[in-house]
């Protein structure tokens, strides 16, 4: 068919996206990417939103941190800054897990491998990365009945296996804190950069600002507060967003309208060649996908990535010290189920948000590219092409609230790792309380600035987003089943957590290496980043670091039984306000079984129950999808009420106390507490002066009968 005879635009709903080319051939042209290297907010907005919410949340974090310190008798401590008193509720733990897992990668790569793969896409980023947050909830547990006291995992390997084991899992841990931190600022000075121009080596170095700041200040509990309302906004955002796809928009608005759209663009009729649209943009059937389209769970691609998703998420939770933090700082009858409703409600926001923005990017007919879907370009584009500027500031805070958020938690995990396992450890074993709090600060100040290198560094390499996401697996997935034997059974020994983790990690990058040279004759950032390389490196990490492990253990077994683990000392002992029962072994060995059931449940039903039950469908009818979109829109709306309104019921006591001491006069308060002690003091001495008033009478009783007796005595 001749390029003139060609219909322009294909689709009168992309017409935006399509001109006829001016040289007399008639060709229809599509444009050559969505952002054209053009801005949609100028400079003035992105400075303001990084430093303007940075500053803000500085100053009313720690002004919160403050208020509860005085109203609500907080003692700030080290202990308190670094496990925010080991009394955290059940709905603020499920309010940090879902804020400090909701990386830059959550919004932005969910919706690239919609995008990428349809359907598909959004529900293995979201399953393949909650079912370690609701397993989490068993080690969780561990932690309580095991090493009650400890501050850091790698406390706990010390314990348990020697110095040569804490130092090997120290460089694991430190190395996922990394890598979880150049995705925050990867992801987020790549989005500022597109949608406001701001540069993105200083937004690499601005956005951790704030969150240095109050970290600096509140430590643990501040990260806890501003987790919460990073989390209401996050999820407010997100409502808006899924509701707008699939109700209020006039360019989509109802699931019929998606679902027709997506027939249409993976139609196999579509003309793609050049100009007609580019190299690296979504046009015409999906390959791997069944029939080519993007309503369907039969993908290959999809399934691909599901499994590189699972292992490289086990290691960013197992791995990284900051859920192992979030665990210590939970009341031992609110860590499991903390964890479990943080799973759940989570896994809302990459599969709720992905099947509104990635599969409305597609639906809209985007000519978004490659390069720009790696660096996380497609959630802003869908919410520019739907909402204009307000679309963009509305993705912009969010996830400007997601990057710090999750950032806070990391700058803790770094910090509680440097503070109790190198200098408490091996400088300083005598620390003091004040001393550890100086190294702690410290510690977030540099690291805090380091994060903005690290960034700079990875731009410069050309290093993306996706590309991390990927590569993670291969680089830490070797200790998470060390780690987890290491609570979980008695049998694993040093030796083998030592092999198991550093082989399994050298054998995964060989692997990795080895098949992308033979799968595609180089080795560089664009082939290592593909799916067979990736697949193949994430699955030899895993499973060499465990079955080493399970072999060795097997051969030599250390049959321990958990008593160095539970000699753990705290630095500063302070009076507890948890009562003795929380800890007692039958009751969490009872929440242990909860977990268990409701946690390997939930993850056989997200990770194999649902998408088996979805292959006979094969590819999506309408009622299918319109149920799949509702199932979305549901997920989202009750996660975020539940999230944003469980903290707040079960805080109701501590706020009305705060409250009330804010709002009554502070002099008043003074008087009544001095014409208290007053009272009470006198109340103290009633018995005494009875007893003297009693004495006296007798005394008086007694003279006045002897004067009597004087008296009647004849002369």
Known sequence: MASSSLKCPPFDFSGKYYHVSGDGSGSCVRQSSFFEGKTVLNQGVGYSVILGFGAFFAVFTSFLVWVEKRYAGSRHSSEWFNTAGRNVKTGLIASVIVSQWTWAATILQSSNVAWQYGVSGPFWYASGATIQVLLFGIMAIEIKRKAPHAHTVCEIVKARWGTAAHIVFLAFCFMTNIIVTAMLLLGGSAVVNALTGVNIYAASFLIPLGVIVYTLAGGLKATFLASYIHSVIVHVVLVIFVYLVYTASSELGSPSIVYNRLLEVASKSRICQEPTTHDGQSCGPVSGNY?????????????????????????????????????????????????????????????????????????????????????????????????????????????????????????????????????????????SGKQILKVSRCVIFAFGCLMGLLAVILNKAGVSLGWMYLAMGVIIGSAVLPIAFMLLWRKANSIGAILGATIGCVLGIISWFSVTKIEYGRVNLDTTGRNAPMLVGNLVSILTGGAIHAVCSFLWPQNYDWGTTKQITVVEKEKSELPAEEFREEKLIKAKLWIVKWGVGFTIVIAILWPLLTLPAGEFNIGYFTFWAVIAVAWGTIGSLVIIALPLIESWGTIKSVFLGMFTNDRLIEKVEELNMKLHT???AIPEAERIYLLEKEKAKKKEASEYQALSVPA
């Not at 990017?361 to 790696?374: F, G, K, N, Q």
């Open 682 to 684: 006198i109340m103290l």
């Open 291 to 431: 029939k080519g389209s993007y309503l369907t769970m039969l993908s290959s691609g999809g399934l691909v990535f599901g499994i590189i998703n699972i292992v490289g998420n086990f290691g960013t939770v197992f791995v990284d010290n900051g859920y192992w933090v979030s665990a210590i700082a939970a009341r031992p009858s609110s860590t499991h189920k903390g964890y479990l409703l943080g799973g759940l409600v989570w896994f809302a926001v990459p599969f709720s948000l992905a099947t509104s923005l990635g599969l409305g990017a597609l639906a809209l007919d985007l000519p978004i590219t490659e390069s720009e879907a790696s660096h996380g370009l497609v959630p802003p584009a869908t919410a520019i092409a739907l909402m204009g500027k307000g679309g963009s500031v509305l993705l912009l805070t969010m996830l400007f609230m997601a990057v710090t958020s999750a950032g806070s938690s990391e700058l803790i995990a770094v910090s509680s790792l440097c503070t109790y396992d190198i200098y408490r450890t091996y400088i300083n074993p005598d620390a």
